[in-house]
């Protein structure tokens, strides 16, 4: 059961204190060239769909291992497994040459015209975090509300072939499934969204770097800057040993990382020092102060550059919140919602 919701700990951010700083001899990354149309990004056969399987969550609430028993409230998850029967897949599609799963919601009401999708970025490394229960639960709240809901497993675990880069190249498993998504009967393909949690929320800026033609998008607990924290950790150049036993960026580059790769790469996954330039769209950013994992200043860093832009942009810290933000979930999750659908009924009028 969570625990009651501090209203006291409910921090909205209008004025921050500058948390960014550019890093000593300029940039080494040159962001791409965004007047490069999205299509003309993608190969022919990125997004191409190669199978799809029906799948539904098995689980029962009593059934969860302690920890997700916890994290999700039983009416809630029942509510959700009975809604997603029958309409979810196991979607597996080609970006890059590699055979990609993700996870597809339908809404059970369809309307005659194009609907809404919503591009959701998930959490976790390699297999860390791929509960495709879970996920399924965490996208059904979408779905519910009228939207076709995909998640991209990303390269590199056991639904996908590749290698889990953590915002490099595996940036083009989102804008392949951005691109799968808009050819799907029933969606608009003006009227897609993204959220991104946790990694995610890295997905999530760099799908926008590269050009993602969203609507306006929504990050809850986002890695906005690797470089910073694998300047603190090293665990993020050797390897995880667990959750899912990720490599770590040395393996992944081999040889090359120590001779100059290592400051691009890592520039590579800094979208924050960028982000003034290349966030275009309307944004929610949702982050906890206690959030041990990101640090809230990479939060507070890309408010205040995008704010600054003069892009539509609202940040909301919950102050006892870390980087679960599990406690503050029947608070943040339906400002997520409500987000998309402002900015949805807005593209239905323009």
């Not at 402002?342 to 009028?349: E, M, P, T």
Request: glycine share 12%; aromatic share 6%.
């Amino acid at each position: 059961m969570q625990r009651p919701l501090r209203r006291l700990g409910l921090v909205a951010v209008a004025t921050l204190l500058s948390a960014c700083t550019t890093p000593e001899g300029g940039s080494t990354y040159t962001a791409p060239d965004r007047g490069i149309a999205f299509q003309e990004r993608l190969a022919p056969e990125d997004g191409a769909i190669l199978s799809v399987v029906a799948v539904r969550v098995d689980k029962a609430h009593e059934d969860l291992e302690p920890d997700a028993r916890r994290r999700w409230d039983p009416e809630r998850w029942e509510e959700a497994r009975a809604s997603l029967e029958g309409h979810a897949d196991l979607v597996s599609y080609s970006s890059d040459g590699l055979r990609i799963g993700s996870l597809l919601v339908r809404p059970r009401t369809r309307t005659t015209r194009g609907g809404g999708a919503v591009i959701y970025n998930r959490d976790g490394i390699a297999d860390a975090g791929l509960d495709e229960d879970e996920l399924l639960v965490e996208m059904e709240s979408f779905a519910r509300a009228g939207y076709v809901v995909a998640a991209s497993a990303y390269r590199g675990n056991r639904l996908s072939q590749g290698v889990d880069e953590v915002g490099g190249d595996d940036v083009d498993d989102v804008l392949a499934l951005v691109s799968l998504v808009q050819g799907l009967d029933g969606v608009d393909p003006n009227r897609v969204f993204m959220v991104g949690r946790g990694r995610g929320g890295l997905m999530t800026y760099r799908a926008l770097e590269m050009g993602a033609p969203i609507r306006a998008a929504a990050v809850v607990a986002g890695l906005a800057d690797v470089e910073a924290l694998a300047d603190e950790d090293p665990a993020w150049e050797n390897g995880f040993g667990e959750g899912g036993g990720w490599p770590g960026f040395r393996e992944i580059y081999g040889r090359d990382w120590d001779y100059g790769v290592r400051d691009r790469e890592l520039e590579r996954r800094n979208p924050r020092e960028r982000s003034q330039d290349t966030i275009d769209v309307p944004i929610l950013i949702v982050h906890g102060r206690l959030d041990e994992v990101v640090p809230v200043s990479q939060a507070q860093c890309v408010t205040t550059r995008v704010r600054g832009a003069g892009v539509p942009i609202e940040n909301v810290v919950y102050g006892y919140g870390d980087h679960s933000l599990e406690a503050e979930r029947a608070d943040w999750e339906p400002r997520v919602l409500s987000w998309i659908e402002r900015h949805d009924a807005r593209s239905l009028l323009n």
